[in-house]
Each structure stands twice: as structure tokens, then as C-alpha cells.
């Protein structure tokens, strides 16, 4: 069973770097799961879904058009965890954010709908405020 968790702050100032890890157990991020890729995908008040990124475990990435200038996804050299960067953020940037993992091929270039992600974290709220 894989279980995916997000850690980071609850808090960011305006113009600061949100920072979160997403740690994977039951699981890891290397090429045993090749069929699959690992999303930032966050959720504004009262507004939908949103996918923000995702990276596979050879490292390749993909970024929303939208975000693609402030955002940086990575893994980390154990396998287990990956992590989000987003920089200058504004309080349009307060959401709950998520980590999910899909199959590559559905959803390694833009993301895709809920149903082609199996499994998700649950979720950390995100406050850009001063």
C-alpha cells in the first residue's frame, strides 16, 4: 500500500518561497515504478483543482504553463520523497497542497483529471499571508 504524506509550513509570508516534501512509503521513486509519475497539484478556497507539476523518477519534470516560471519539483537521492519549490508567492497562492501519483503516461505532460491519479496525500493547508 502507498502511502504519500506532504510536510512544510502552514505559513508564508508574501514574496517568500513556499517549500514542501512529499514522503512516499510502501513505495519509491525509482525506476521499479517507471509506469508512474509523482504531481503538486493544489487547491485555492473554494476553487478547484489545479495541477501545478510532476516529476518521474528518471527526474524529467513537467510544469504548468501558468507556474512554470516560479515552480521547482524535485526528488531527493533517497527515492522516498520528492519536493516542491514555489517562489514568490502572493496570497493568491493559498491553497490546500497536494501530492499525488499517476501513471506517466496519462499524466506526465499536463496533469489530467482526479480519476488518473491512484493515490493521494492528505493535503496540507497553505496560508500566503503577512
Same mark, same amino acid.
Given at each position: ?58 527526474? =524529467?519534470? !513537467?510544469?504548468?504553463?501558468? @507556474?512554470?516560471?516560479? *515552480?521547482?519539483? /524535485?526528488?531527493?537521492?533517497? #527515492? ?15 491553497? =490546500?497542497? !497536494?501530492?499525488?501519483?499517476? @501513471?506517466?503516461?496519462? *499524466?506526465?505532460? /499536463?496533469?489530467?483529471?482526479? #480519476? ?15
Amino acid at each position: 500500500q502507498v502511502q504519500l504524506q506532504e510536510l512544510g509550513p502552514g505559513l508564508v509570508k508574501p514574496s517568500q518561497t513556499l517549500s514542501l516534501a512529499c514522503t512516499v512509503s510502501g513505495g519509491a521513486i525509482t525506476a521499479s515504478a517507471s509506469y508512474y509519475a509523482w504531481s503538486w497539484i493544489r487547491q485555492p478556497p473554494v476553487k478547484g483543482l489545479e495541477w501545478m507539476g510532476v516529476i518521474a523518477y528518471d527526474g =524529467v519534470t !513537467y510544469y504548468s504553463p501558468s @507556474l512554470k516560471s516560479r *515552480t521547482s519539483i /524535485a526528488r531527493d537521492t533517497s #527515492k522516498t520523497q520528492f519536493s516542491l519549490q514555489l517562489s514568490s508567492v502572493t496570497p493568491e497562492d493559498t491553497a =490546500v497542497y !497536494y501530492c499525488a501519483r499517476g @501513471l506517466r503516461l496519462a *499524466t506526465m505532460s /499536463a496533469g489530467g483529471p482526479p #480519476k488518473l491519479y491512484d493515490y493521494w496525500g492528505n493535503g496540507t493547508l497553505v496560508t500566503v499571508s503577512s
